[in-house]
């Protein structure tokens, strides 16, 4: 059943299984929550609940699939002729793309009951994309159902979020990433031999997002990770020229979301042990206690231009003029002292 695959997140898959089995669908979804956490496989595990052939008829389980018959096996494979998913193209999902989902849902559905619309990261959507799709939200096409999936729900219109049932997701706990991670360790086989990082361990590292943890599992990847709080935490006491060579090698990662993700965290726990409370993940401590020393209202700064930064990436900023200010920005406390 493929609701059960939603392990840390029964509350949103038993809301989920109620509306399939009601059969009152709302023709937009919102399911918003931390990135990596299972909303993806939310929204294909509601698409195979309604669309399934052979439906659970158990009381308990009353509104899923099986998992196993023609339709869910195809949406499991990303094949179902009823189901298109948006993602952005590059930094942003266009107007080219909504025009293409609009001569979609224009058709009648092929095999199944409905036709679906998955927007991943839709909170990446430009300006006239996003007019374009609230125009389609305000006049849908019957036996259309759209699901907008987000982590960052505060930067989609409010026209757009009041035409959704909005449906939240939680941080994963580090005791259901580990036991997810085990799973995916038992099951895939080993295409050669590597020594990967043990979930535990991963799953500390990942904030909660299943996604992230499968991310440090690559000792390589930990290693980067590592060795980036460290970089970063030194920044105060580190030249200007220094920073401007931090900032231009940051810019380049292939892993943004992950750069983000480590930064705004070690910031976190910064603010934690500068409040004179504990960190999280005790690999963490050495370098936010770096940090901690410049002071709650310096840390809060640096953390609201760091996510300033990462919105700003929505509608083309330009990343290394925009690290290279804000490491110099670090770097100035250095010469405050």
Known sequence: ??????????????QLCSLAASGRLPQALLLSGPRGVGKALAARCLIQAVSCLDPVAEAESRGDACGRCRSCIQIARNRFPDHLTVRPDGEQIKIEQIQEVQEYVSLSPVVGPKRWVVFEEVHRLNNVAANALLKTLEEPPPRVIFILVTHRPNLLPETVLSRCLKIGFSFLSPAAVSRILEHFATSTPQVEERSPVAPAVAAAWSGGSLERARFFTEAENLDWGRRLLVDFSRLPEA??????????????????????????????????????????????????????????????????????IEDGLTVNLNLELALDAFFLELAVVREER
């Open 239 to 308: 030249s200007p020229a220094a920073a401007l060579v931090l900032a231009a090698a940051a810019a380049k990662t292939a892993t943004r979301e992950m750069f983000f993700y480590l930064l705004d965290r070690l910031l976190h726990e910064s603010l934690r042990l500068a409040a004179g409370c504990g960190v999280d993940n005790d690999e963490w401590r050495e370098s936010a206690a770096r940090l901690a020393v410049c002071g709650q209202e310096r840390i809060l700064a640096w953390r609201q231009r760091l996510r300033d």
């Open 1 to 14: 059943m493929p609701f059960a695959e939603l392990i840390g997140q029964e509350r949103a898959a038993r």
